[in-house]
């Protein structure tokens, strides 16, 4: 136990370091509070694999029915439309309530819909030049509509509105820029990307710039 505690403890200071700007990681003693229950597994009637949510609707990707649902926060089922994702890894909801779903396995891309399941735009394709995919495990959109991507093996790149590639780091000369396996993203006010490498087990800070 008391190992384990240490190991922890460790990983939570772990430096977040990009060239030459290393952050340490705070920790905090935060006590997390029950809502409420969005959908329910009954059996088979809601396999959740990932989630987004904004500010009307929770939207679930649905791995048994291979569906997109969206709910209200009560859990009133508002709709939800079929998706072609061999492998549906990450989803998230743009400001005009278009969804983008990662395909880890099968297309290897991201896709954006409509709210009503239309195809509107497909992100990358399979392979390991930049603006490819290997497995898009986890990606997040920032307020500008630009679309991150963390691949396992072309690492991290980003898209702008219209599914054009803007900058991709596989071929960074920076060790620490390279991602082994990304599995979370996120993105601050700053436009600091922290991305999760479960491989690297540390967190690795990029500049959006």
């Known amino acids: 136990?008391?190992?384990?505690?240490?190991?922890?403890?460790?990983?939570?200071?772990?430096?977040?370091?990009?060239?030459?700007?290393?952050?340490?990681?705070?920790?905090?003693?935060?006590e997390p509070?029950?809502?409420?229950?969005?959908?329910y597994y009954a059996p088979l009637d809601l396999y959740p694999v990932n989630v987004a949510a904004d500010n009307n609707l929770v939207y679930i990707?649905?791995?048994?029915?291979?569906e997109v649902r969206a709910r209200r926060f009560d859990g009133t089922p508002v709709w939800s439309f079929p998706y072609s994702e061999q492998w549906p890894r990450d989803i998230e909801v743009d400001t005009d309530g278009n969804i983008y779903i990662a395909d880890a396995n099968g297309d290897s891309n991201v896709k954006k819909y409509s709210p009503?399941?239309?195809?509107?735009?497909?992100?990358?394709?399979?392979?390991?030049?930049?603006?490819?995919?290997?497995?898009?495990?986890?990606?997040?959109l920032d307020d500008s509509g630009n679309?991150?991507?963390?691949?396992?093996?072309?690492?991290?790149?980003?898209?702008?509105?219209?599914?054009?590639?803007i900058w991709n780091n596989i071929n960074s000369v920076i060790p620490d820029a390279d991602l082994s396996r990304p599995?979370?993203?996120?993105?601050?006010?700053?436009?600091?990307?922290?991305?999760?490498?479960?491989?690297?087990?540390e967190i690795i800070v990029f500049d959006s710039n």
């Open 147 to 165: 679309i991150y991507v963390a691949d396992r093996g072309t690492e991290l790149s980003k898209f702008d509105s219209n599914g054009n590639l």
């Open 33 to 39: 509070v029950y809502i409420d229950t969005v959908g």
């Open 61 to 66: 990707l649905d791995l048994f029915h291979e």
């Open 1 to 30: 136990m008391i190992f384990r505690n240490i190991c922890c403890f460790a990983f939570l200071i772990s430096a977040l370091v990009f060239a030459n700007r290393i952050t340490i990681a705070e920790t905090y003693d935060l």
């Open 183 to 201: 599995n979370g993203i996120a993105i601050d006010s700053d436009g600091n990307i922290y991305v999760a490498d479960s491989d690297r087990v």
């Open 116 to 140: 009503t399941g239309e195809l509107l735009l497909t992100i990358g394709e399979k392979g390991l030049l930049p603006g490819q995919f290997d497995r898009p495990l986890a990606f997040i």
